[in-house]
């Protein structure tokens, strides 16, 4: 990594997503994260996206219903013709 290169907003904004996933190499998480760092509107957009992501987690997290999931194997079963006995 060239420590005087910078990868510029373009480059970082793509990335930006991998990088909240923890998918990029360490030399390319390393590029987005100085970038960012710098550069205030990348910054501010970082923040953003790790707050919707954490969110997203989050709201996964949580089990379906039981009542939704009975309701989906059932429709399953029946799109099947799979009868109960």
Known sequence: ???????????????????IDRELTEIECADVSEHCASCESC????VVLEKLTDRFRAACAEPA????????????????????A
Do not use: Y
């Open 65 to 84: 219903p039981d009542s939704l999931r009975i309701s989906i194997l059932n429709s399953l079963k029946n799109q099947n013709g799979i009868v109960d």
């Open 1 to 19: 990594m060239d420590m005087n290169r910078d990868c510029g907003c373009e480059s970082a904004r793509q990335r930006m997503d991998i990088l």
């Open 43 to 46: 910054q501010a957009e970082i």
